[in-house]
């Protein structure tokens, strides 16, 4: 956008703003069509090293702790560019209106994404499309010595996005994208779009402001713009776009940027290192082979639909994170590998440290079908809960400003009691399980072991949600199921800020599959 001459106006019949994996997943589905698509991407082709104040945002509240480079990636690629690959869909009860969870329910339900979800699977070259106990079936294990006992817990799994081309690596949307050939769609970098211009009502979608370094702007004029800059961003944007309405965008019922939600992550406890193999065993990574191709799954215990209706409780689930040792000769094979060593004699010397360690991961990964074992310091059990959606945690806009003129975002998180509760169930049904297949229960943490809920410390996932909650009724959501803007025609959104419920799962690939329904949806609408 820097070789445009400022004051240009550019006409397009679909503007996506963002190039992440919601912005790419929905510009794919045009490729080779007729529409016209400008792609814009606030960042580059790289990454810049300095932190630019439009990555900022200021925080109150909940102590978030992300880096604002993990939260909001400005390069061509968007988050896929930091994130771990980690995939799982929403779960059914994630999308049910459920009493004892204020403003929870989706206008639409689990079944009407099932078949996107396959796709995105596809688009993301995931292995099979299954993630609850089926899996120990694929996977040449006995479902009923594999899975809890009684209804409290459930078994639960996620997958890994790995690069087609180079496994050791996570998928990157970005350069897969700028390998395809689209004549109908151009992208745009440093296209940092500030300021969403509407008639005089606010009623109508105008064009576009787009700037690509102070005092520099070009005027894009889509008949259809979708808005997939991310969870922080697609609110900002609205409520910056405040000339003409001074509100924002779309906030006629004051309700963009409410009900921020993200991922609280705690541990449940730890195991030292000489009991964490016969852990990992049933709760490592596992290996599948499918198609031709090698696919991961890392296996967790959830609490049941059954026990979060009978207790009130929220979707909450459990996994092992491993913390390597220094020396850990797989790790510094890694480096070795990818010339990304900073002490060769060091790392060289750990590669060959421990013969018998790279023997048996050889042998479990080619033979077992298993992840390969790690020199570690210990081993964690990390949680995720999902959030009760609150109206007073929010994204507003700061007195601060950016270097393009925009009110940096101002984030107010809040965590209730009831993540509190729900963690806390979670740990004990976790120690008991573990107690049951007779492993022992990992060290609890103080909070736990003191009954002290207070004294939880979460740390957020870099999964903002929900600040453009999806609503058919205008009263209680910003979008409607279509994810179009309630009351301005031409303005849809996309990612994980429609979410109304934000689960425990990892939001990409339901933002894919989200990506995949509008793009449908908009080809149906014929936007030339």
């Known amino acids: 956008m820097r070789e445009v001459e400022p004051g240009t106006t550019l006409f397009a019949d679909l503007a996506i703003v963002g190039s992440g994996p919601a912005g790419l997943s929905l510009a794919r589905e045009f490729v080779g069509t007729p529409t016209r698509v400008f792609l814009l991407e606030s960042g580059g082709l790289e990454e810049s090293v300095a932190i630019a104040p439009s990555e900022e945002y200021e925080s109150s509240g909940a102590s978030r702790c992300m880096d604002p480079r993990k939260v909001r990636n400005r390069i061509f690629g968007g988050s896929s560019h930091t994130w771990s690959g980690k995939c799982r869909p ?29 796709r995105a699977a596809r688009l993301m070259h995931l292995g099979p499309n299954v993630y609850d106990e089926a899996l120990w079936a ?3 294990k006995d479902p009923k010595e594999s899975n809890p006992r ?21 998928l990157r949307f970005g350069p897969h994208f700028l390998a395809r050939e689209a004549a109908n769609i151009q992208i ?10 509407t008639d005089p009502d606010g009623r109508k979608l105008m064009s576009l402001e787009v700037t690509s370094a102070p005092g520099k702007t070009v ?9 997939a800059a991310g969870g922080i961003e697609n609110a900002r944007l609205l409520l910056a776009s405040n000339r003409l309405v001074p509100k924002g ?13 993200d991922h609280p992550r705690t541990s449940l406890g730890e195991y030292a290192p000489k009991i964490a193999g016969a852990v990992e065993k049933r709760l490592g990574l596992f290996l599948l082979k499918h198609d031709g191709k090698r696919h991961f799954y890392s296996p967790g215990l959830a609490l049941s639909p059954a026990r979060q209706r009978r207790e009130r409780l929220l979707n909450c689930a459990a996994y092992l994170s491993e913390h390597r040792a220094e020396d850990d000769p797989w790790d510094a094979m890694k480096r070795l590998y990818k010339r990304q060593s900073h002490d060769y004699l060091k790392d060289s010397i750990s590669a060959l440290s421990d013969p018998r360690l790279l023997l048996n991961g050889v042998y479990r990964r080619v033979i077992d079908g298993r992840n390969i074992p790690h ?22 806009l700061s007195q601060r400003w950016d270097e393009l003129g925009l009110p940096i975002a101002h984030l107010h998180w809040k965590i209730s009691e009831l993540e509190r509760r729900t963690v806390a169930e979670l740990a004990q049904a976790f120690a008991c399980e573990m107690i049951h297949l007779g492993l022992p229960p990992p060290t609890p943490p103080t909070w736990l072991a003191g009954g002290d809920l207070e004294a939880i410390e979460f740390t957020d996932m870099a999964h903002p949600t929900g600040a453009t909650r999806m609503d058919e009724d205008p009263r209680r959501g910003v979008v409607n199921r279509n994810c179009q803007l309630h009351g301005v025609s031409g303005v849809f959104i996309v990612g994980s800020s429609v979410f109304p419920t934000a689960s425990h799962a990892n939001p990409t690939l339901t933002i894919t599959a ?3 329904r509008l793009a449908d949806w908009a080809k149906g609408a014929d936007l030339r």
């Open 150 to 170: 009684g209804d409290s817990l459930e078994a639960c799994f996620w997958q890994f996005a790995r690069d087609p081309g180079n496994p050791m690596e996570f």
């Open 375 to 396: 020199k570690i310091d210990r081993l964690v059990v990390d949680c995720l809960v999902e959030q009760i959606p609150d109206p007073e945690s929010r994204i507003t």
């Open 188 to 197: 745009f970098v440093n296209a940092t779009v500030t300021h969403i211009n």
């Open 90 to 118: 929403f779960d059914e009860i994630d999308f049910e209106r459920r009493e004892w969870v204020p403003h929870s329910g989706w206008p639409i339900s689990r079944a009407d994404l099932l078949p996107y979800f396959d």
């Open 138 to 140: 694929l996977l040449g």
């Open 219 to 227: 005027s894009v004029v889509p008949k259809v713009v979708v808005l």
């Open 249 to 261: 965008v779309g906030n006629d019922n004051d309700l963009v940027g409410r009900f921020l939600m």
């Open 514 to 516: 989200m990506a995949l």
